[in-house]
């Protein structure tokens, strides 16, 4: 795997071969033996125990799976299809507006922000090699940005016969159900209906990915769209970036999807007979369980060095806290970013509460040449003397003076490396955090999947709009 774990060994619990590590190897083996029996458990004629209810084991082996149906059967693999629905799209239209929130638009955020160029919808047709733009919706109750949205793509100058006005959306949600997205997609579509004032388009131009049943599936069945994805019943919305829910909206972008099932589906099967001090997902657990259990280390950090990143960890945040924050239980999960967070968040993270555990995401190769540090005439910034160094330089720097600075006072950290931003390396991170979660999840007794609190605020809100007269 070329994704890796690494310690501050001075400042961290977990650390390979220390005492804590030994005393819950066993206890975090069986762990994994129990996790991947999880899977077998989805097979047909097996029964699920209740206390396992419900089970959305589905995503662990489905990368490996979706990899052998593609290389099997590439036409009619749903590979096939997600690449031959993603190349039409880039042809058709010049925008794609994304519809879904939670993990039915936070994994695709993360792809976005991570791969493709920062400043993408400012590029030119030709710049974006024929990508669309992209934009996420559905995912907020935010009237002024639903409706500054509604004007961008509808404006009266704007024509359907001019490629770049043309627009499309992917909608996402497994049950149809969830008010934001549900609502969205109504007022969205409608726009769309009108925009193109032809009752084929919608067809053409609409997509979504939902469940077998539902709402959403029902609408699908009234209006006929051509070209609708499933969402599978064993894989729970945080866990359901490798199924269409991630890769359609990936193969709009252009992405490789295959390289990055290959990334996730590398790490599931080194963690299958992995060990501790060789296998990321197995020490990264040991050195957050152990922090939190001998420390009280009940905050973490994804600490993601670069803006890039920063979308990855929100996605992790939802999926740690909806996966382990259950019976009084779970850590509190926090992204920031550095260095610019250094400036705001850095001086409570050096010497506020020993409550923290500090996870650095590393990319160690830019995607663009280094930028130098430009001489001048004029050194009253006193900047000529770094006239050598590069911003990469500058940042490796930072990520040691701070580490350092954490280590000084004896607070953890632990470093996930990545050896540059590709669709590979993306996948691995993406399946190592959700393995990582459902591992500890059944470590401390926790069902790692479901989210009855979630479900609790929504009957909450539906009760209180049924009682409401406007």
Same mark, same amino acid.
């Given at each position: 795997m070329a994704s890796r774990i690494r310690y501050n060994a001075d400042a961290t619990l977990g650390i390979p071969g220390a005492p804590q590590v030994d005393q819950i190897e066993g206890a975090l083996l069986a762990a994994r033996d129990e996790m991947f029996g999880?899977?077998? *458990?989805?097979?047909?004629?097996?029964?699920?125990?209740?206390?396992?209810?419900?089970?959305?084991?589905?995503?662990?082996?489905?990368p490996s799976e979706l990899l052998a149906a593609h290389g099997s059967d590439f036409?009619?693999?749903?590979?096939?299809?997600?690449?031959?629905?993603?190349?039409?799209?880039?042809?058709?239209?010049?925008?794609?507006?994304?519809?879904?929130?939670?993990?039915?638009?936070?994994?695709?955020?993360?792809?976005?922000?991570?791969?493709?160029?920062?400043?993408?919808?400012?590029?030119?047709?030709?710049?974006?090699?024929?990508?669309?733009?992209?934009y996420?919706?559905?995912?907020? *109750?935010?009237?002024?940005?639903?409706?500054?949205?509604?004007?961008?793509?509808?404006?009266?100058?704007?024509?359907?016969?001019?490629?770049?006005?043309?627009?499309?959306?992917?909608?996402?949600?497994?049950?149809?159900?969830?008010?934001?997205?549900?609502?969205?997609?109504?007022?969205?579509?409608?726009?769309?209906?009108?925009?193109?004032?032809?009752?084929?388009a919608p067809r053409r131009f609409v997509v979504p990915i939902?469940?077998?049943?539902?709402?959403?599936?029902?609408?699908?069945?009234?209006?006929?769209?051509?070209?609708?994805? /499933?969402?599978?019943?064993?894989?729970?919305?945080?866990f359901s970036i490798f199924t269409p829910v991630g890769l359609l909206p990936a193969a709009i972008m252009g992405l490789d999807v295959k390289r990055l099932l290959e990334g996730a589906a590398d790490v599931t099967e080194q963690l299958r007979t992995g060990s501790l001090g060789d296998d990321p997902v197995l020490d990264y657990v040991a050195t957050c369980h152990l922090t939190?259990?001998?420390?009280?280390?009940?905050?973490?950090?994804?600490?993601?060095?670069?803006?890039?990143?920063?979308?990855l960890g929100l996605w992790y945040d939802q999926l740690l806290a909806e996966s382990l924050g259950k019976q009084e239980q779970g850590a509190t999960p926090l992204t920031v970013v550095n260095t610019r967070d250094l400036h705001s968040r850095?001086?409570?993270?050096?010497?506020?509460?020993?409550?923290?555990?500090?996870?650095?995401?590393?990319?160690?190769?830019?995607?663009?040449? /280094?930028?130098?540090?430009?001489?001048?005439?004029?050194?009253?910034?006193?900047?000529?003397?770094l006239g050598d160094k590069t911003i990469p330089t500058l940042l490796e720097a930072a990520i040691a003076g701070t580490n350092q600075a954490y280590a000084d006072e004896v607070r953890p950290t632990a470093d996930i490396v990545l050896p540059r931003l590709d669709e590979y390396a993306i996948g691995q991170v993406l399946?190592?955090?959700?393995?990582?979660?459902?591992?500890?999840?059944?470590l401390i007794g926790i069902n790692p999947y479901g989210q009855p609190g979630v479900e609790a605020y929504k009957k909450n809100m539906t009760a209180i709009l049924n009682k409401s007269p406007s």
């Open positions: 999880d899977v077998e *458990l989805l097979q047909p004629g097996s029964t699920i125990p209740d206390e396992k209810v419900p089970l959305d084991a589905g995503f662990i082996n489905l036409e009619n693999s749903q590979l096939g299809r997600i690449e031959a629905t993603a190349s039409e799209l880039r042809s058709e239209v010049d925008r794609v507006l994304f519809l879904g929130i939670g993990g039915s638009y936070m994994g695709a955020r993360a792809l976005f922000e991570a791969l493709l160029n920062p400043y993408h919808n400012e590029l030119s047709t030709e710049q974006r090699k024929g990508v669309p733009r992209y996420f919706q559905g995912n907020n *109750l935010d009237n002024d940005e639903t409706a500054s949205l509604l004007e961008l793509l509808t404006a009266r100058e704007n024509d359907p016969a001019d490629f770049q006005d043309r627009w499309g959306l992917v909608v996402i949600s497994k049950s149809g159900g969830t008010l934001e997205t549900a609502v969205a997609f109504r007022i969205f579509r409608d726009a769309l209906e009108r925009f193109y004032g032809d009752d084929d939902t469940g077998e049943t539902g709402k959403l599936r029902d609408i699908c069945n009234a209006k006929k769209y051509d070209r609708v994805f /499933p969402i599978p019943d064993n894989v729970g919305g945080r939190e259990v001998k420390q009280g280390l009940d905050i973490r950090v994804l600490s993601t060095w670069g803006s890039r990143l920063e979308a850095g001086q409570q993270h050096q010497e506020g509460r020993r409550d923290k555990l500090i996870t650095n995401v590393i990319v160690e190769s830019s995607s663009t040449t /280094p930028l130098g540090v430009p001489q001048s005439d004029f050194d009253q910034d006193n900047l000529n003397r399946q190592m955090l959700m393995l990582a979660t459902v591992l500890e999840g059944r």
